[in-house]
């Protein structure tokens, strides 16, 4: 059975229903996940400042364990996902990569199996450059890099072949079925590289 960590940052909720599907369709290919949330930095009266934000930490956050180094250092493979800032990552997803240190010295992400996945409130506000910069992290650990592509119909519909994007709000049902996809291939092939069976 391959170990799938699922780690993003979500801020409204909208990476947090990508990071939902993905995990769903890696269980749904047999592995076992670990559903995690990087810790949120912003203070609170900015957070209190937008009604969706604060809603999301206050019903949602509670209920998502943090992430932690070691549910990298036990997967066989990880989707780590963040909302867009200025065609980037937010600061608190990059903060829990700035930890990865300890890791990345011994060479404990080596070889693991890693995409990427983001959310951006307009069509063109730099998601896919989002997607590229969170993989700028995986070379540097030395992980291998696995874009959905367009490897399944749902992929080839959604037409996201470096990672799973979604404007703000509620998923559509391309992007369920895309993030779904996207999670089942990460499993599929981390179970592979690890020698397990792969679930039909």
């Known amino acids: 059975m391959a170990k799938i960590a699922v780690i993003y940052y979500s801020a409204t909720g909208t990476v947090h229903k990508i990071a939902e599907q993905i995990a769903k369709g890696a269980e749904d290919a ?41 549910d990298l250092d036990w997967a066989d493979g990880f989707a780590i996902g963040s909302p867009t800032r200025f065609g980037l990552p937010t600061s608190q997803l990059k903060q829990f990569l700035d930890t990865t240190g300890g890791l990345w010295a ?6 693991k199996l890693a995409t990427a996945f983001t959310s951006a409130s307009t069509a063109h506000g730099g998601l896919e450059s989002t997607v590229l910069a969170i993989s700028n992290t995986f070379y540097h650990w030395g992980a291998l890099i696995l874009p959905p592509g367009y490897s399944t119909p749902e992929l080839y519909a959604a037409g996201t072949p470096y990672g799973i994007t979604q404007h703000t709000g509620d998923l559509t049902e391309g992007t369920t079925a895309a993030a779904n996809a996207q999670g089942k291939r990460l499993a599929e092939y981390a179970a592979k590289l690890a020698g397990a069976p792969v679930s039909a």
């Open 30 to 70: 047999g592995a076992e996940v670990r559903f995690r949330r990087v810790p949120e930095l912003a203070p609170a009266e900015a957070i209190a400042s937008n009604e969706g934000w604060q809603q999301h930490v206050t019903e949602v956050n509670p209920h998502v364990q943090e992430a932690t180094i070691d």
């Open 106 to 111: 011994e060479g404990k992400l080596v070889g």
